[in-house]
């Protein structure tokens, strides 16, 4: 019997566009549902929140693969990551190498978690979030209401809150101009920091190295930065009427 060769489609920019642009939309649109639902379902909330995490890990797969449009590429890396729901939530991070807007929650105290999840993988919040679960080691069933801590829930809203801020503006600053431009182009930086290791003191040199490359470089990388740093701005001052529990900082 002959096996099923494993198809890995190739998309085409307007097919990576618009699952991008919906990556997006849809994390945000979750992260309005989650801030809606947080008075009386704070654990249905946290859920939520985790879900557009990483479906803003998804964008950034697809801002990648924008790359693979004019250079040899396996898209197997693209669709590995299609249903890797661990590695979406953690990808989503990577947003910040591009604007360094951080979470902090309760700095002064024990549940300092900057966005990382208190539960040995973030994809787990989600189950707790919407399942009873059974807790071997106490012998009994709890449920979401019982199961999830109000700083669980600040940690995530946070989060995405400021990561899918940076998601967004990126997107609507490559928007401007010529759009299929901006995005091929960009995408080499987007697809570095996926797959490199890169640390947030890397970027100002990778930044200044891309610019220097050709005026259309500069003037797409200076559009980029003008537009984040607007969103910080609005971010750090939206962060002062913050409660108590959580902080936004750069």
């Keep these: ?18 699952g991008y642009s919906k990556s997006v939309e849809n994390a ?7 801030l809606k639902t947080w008075g009386d379902h704070p654990a249905v909330a946290l859920g939520l929140c985790e879900l557009g995490q990483e479906e803003l890990g998804k964008s950034l797969s697809f801002l990648s693969a924008f790359y693979f449009l004019e250079h040899n590429a396996n898209w197997t890396w693209f669709w590995n990551s299609w249903r890797d729901h661990q590695l979406k939530a953690h990808r989503a991070f990577l947003y910040e190498l591009f604007s360094p807007l951080r979470v902090i929650i309760d700095p002064h105290g024990p549940s300092r978690m900057e966005g990382f999840s208190a539960r040995p993988k973030i994809k787990y919040e989600k189950e707790a979030a919407f399942y009873v679960e059974y807790l071997p080691s106490d012998g009994k069933f709890v449920s979401p209401r019982d199961n999830i801590k109000s700083v669980e829930v600040a940690n995530r809203t946070g989060t995405l809150l400021c990561l899918g801020a940076t998601a967004l503006t990126l997107k609507n600053a490559l928007d401007e101009g010529e759009k299929k431009g901006n995005y091929v182009t960009f995408s080499e930086l987007a697809i570095r920091v996926c797959s490199e290791e890169i640390y947030q003191q890397d970027m100002p040199n990778i930044m200044r190295e891309f610019s220097s490359r050709s005026s259309y470089h500069a003037a797409l990388i200076h559009n980029v930065e003008k537009c984040l740093e607007q969103c ?5 001052s939206m962060s002062k009427n913050t409660e108590k529990e959580g902080q936004l900082t750069t």
């Design 1 to 18: 019997m002959k096996t099923r060769k494993k198809v890995t489609p190739s998309l085409n920019f307007e097919q990576l566009y618009t």
């Design 28 to 34: 945000m649109d979750l992260l309005d549902a989650a």
């Design 232 to 236: 910080q701005e609005a971010m750090c």
